[in-house]
């Protein structure tokens, strides 16, 4: 029989309290309706092994964090904190815009045995941003810093943050919008945590995701956020021009299923009120229940008492979550996890945070690197845009690495538009183009320090971006000798390409490999080289151990992924 290895499965809850202010729309009649007992059993019913609570640090909240702990205690539910409302509303630390948690709140929640970290909130957003974060920079100022320089200032600010939580108990998830900075986040000592849904191309963001955590031995979460930015799904279950939920019952399942399948360790989603609808009781209509239960059965709806009591109703994506962890996971053990991937690519290059292209976007982030006023963004750091797009087939743009850029930003526009000119949101005809897949083959993305051990044995090599440090020059230098071809910009290993040659890329062999080395990542020469390694366009495929995973549309639909063992 096959031994199943760790998968723990999360829901984002509410502390609830009827007197309780919530700092957003979403989620707040959980916090007004729901009593102790009701989340307890909408947390079971869906399945969840474990909560966090955005509502932590919510500064009208008073002592939330001793009530969380508290709460989960009498539930016996582990958790986690999250410090978005901190973040967005203070107070902040001196000189940076973030919110922190005080070492009583930490080891009150450590105390209870079930406390398990701290989520960090769009954490990459943040710190590229400015979103949701008081004034001044986030984690660091980039200004005046080379991108190697800024890689460093991050890991040293971040690892001190980071030891001095895990020094009263608490570990940190870094939960990320953008698929960037997560080897910075990952070394300095968090579990990367990308968002899965929202406006990804998911397997791509794991395979980032995957890499840091392989490189600095942490664990690999995801966050499965319903939010999107075209409102189909909300408008017609909702009747409101909501951003969440933006994506299909089918999308969400096969999400989970893909996060289960590529090994990950945890995946959380984002929040329960996605995943139940309430029924709202007030309490001259629970006494009326209590006096008069016969009469409140009804003639036509037998029911009716039994789910008022209950509290709410699970919705078709709660329905989705409860088979996928109470039926489908239990029945399915999974003998493997990431830490036995055998890439067929590894993609190296220094973490810079580009995800967009200059001309692809118009984020902030456009035209520079880790925050405002930090590096200019160059052709070098671009170059890393136009190698995801071949190793997918050209499914992710060009422009950038999500939907937050072209083309998808003017698409999404005209779409939200013609929703909102709709007269019946549930029959506009309109355009649902977010299904969050992309093919892939193997591929697993480093960090420019990267060692041999895990490099070796991997058939092809892209190496992009700013620099490599010496160690990983040599390394690639060891595995090409090996067997091994790698695709390179030549600035990146000079001892090799520092030979003047004509032409737009050449050739130069070494031992048993060879390198392609060019300017230009999406030229012909480029795309010849990878074509090999590319697999198949209408598949996801990894191997782990001896096990190998083909993750495929079903009759075509992107939506609704089907899995497959060789």
């Known amino acids: 029989m096959t031994t199943a290895t760790p998968f723990r499965i999360g829901v984002e809850s509410v502390l609830p309290g009827q007197d309780d202010w919530f700092a957003t729309i979403y989620g707040c009649w959980l916090g007004k309706y729901f009593t102790e007992e009701q989340l307890a059993m909408a947390l079971r019913e869906v399945g969840a092994q474990f909560t966090l609570f955005y509502d932590s640090l919510a500064p009208r909240k008073p002592n939330a964090c001793a009530r969380i702990a508290a709460l989960c205690q009498r539930l016996q539910m582990p958790f986690l904190f999250n410090n978005t409302y901190g973040d967005i509303y203070g107070p902040w630390l001196p000189g940076t815009g973030r919110a922190a948690y005080s070492v009583e709140q930490l080891e009150q929640a450590a105390a209870t045995g079930l406390f398990r970290g701290v989520v960090w909130d769009e954490v990459e957003h943040r710190q590229l941003h400015g979103v949701d974060t008081g004034s001044a920079p986030y984690f660091f100022d980039a200004r005046g810093l080379t991108p190697l320089q800024c890689y460093d200032k991050m890991v040293e600010v971040v690892t001190g943050i980071a030891a001095g939580y895990a020094a009263h108990g608490a570990e940190g998830v870094a939960e990320m919008v953008f698929p960037v900075l997560m080897h910075e986040l990952a070394r300095a000592g968090m579990h990367p945590a990308p968002k899965v849904l929202k406006e990804s191309f998911n397997p791509l963001v794991i395979a980032i995701a995957m890499g840091a955590a392989l490189q600095y031995e942490r664990e690999l979460w995801a966050v499965a956020d319903l939010w999107g930015m075209v409102p189909f799904w909300g408008s017609l279950f909702t009747g409101e021009w909501e951003g969440a939920p933006a994506h299909s019952p089918d ?316």
């Open 251 to 566: 999308e969400f399942l096969s999400t989970l299923l893909l996060c289960y399948w590529l090994g990950l360790d945890a995946v959380y989603t984002e929040g329960l009120y996605n995943l139940i609808v309430p029924i709202h009781t007030a309490p001259e209509e629970w006494q009326d229940l209590a006096a008069h239960p016969l009469f409140h059965r009804g003639g036509d709806n037998p029911l009716v008492m039994g789910y008022r009591k209950k509290g709410y109703l699970l919705t078709a994506y709660g329905k989705m979550q409860r088979w996928f962890s109470r039926e489908y996971v239990p029945t399915h053990p999974r003998a493997y996890t990431f830490r036995d991937v055998k890439p067929q690519v590894a993609v190296i290059c220094l973490p810079d945070s580009t995800w967009a292209s200059r001309k692809g976007t118009h984020w902030s982030s456009r035209e520079t690197l880790f925050g405002p006023g930090g590096p200019q963004k160059l052709a070098r750091h671009e170059a890393i845009l136009d190698i995801i797009h071949i190793l997918t087939h050209g499914i992710v743009p060009r422009e950038g690495m999500t939907m937050h850029n072209e083309p998808f930003t003017s698409r999404g526009r005209a779409v939200a538009q013609e929703i909102q000119a709709a007269d019946d949101p549930t029959v506009y005809p309109c355009d649902d183009f977010h299904t969050g897949y992309c093919p892939l083959n193997g591929v697993v993305f480093f960090d420019h320090t990267v060692s041999c051990d895990l490099l070796r044995d991997i058939p092809l090599l892209i190496c992009s971006g700013e620099t490599l440090s010496q160690d990983t020059q040599a390394a690639v230098r060891e595995c090409v000798r090996r067997g091994a071809r790698c695709l390179a910009l030549p600035h990146l290993l000079p001892q090799l390409s520092e030979t003047p040659i004509s032409g737009p890329s050449w050739r130069v062999v070494e031992g048993a490999g060879e390198y392609l080395f060019t300017e230009e990542m999406h030229s012909a020469a480029a795309r010849e080289f990878i074509r090999p390694y590319l697999g198949t366009p209408d598949a996801v495929s990894y191997t782990f151990g001896e096990q190998q995973v083909i993750i495929r549309p079903q009759a075509g639909d992107e939506r609704r992924l089907g899995v497959a063992y060789l």
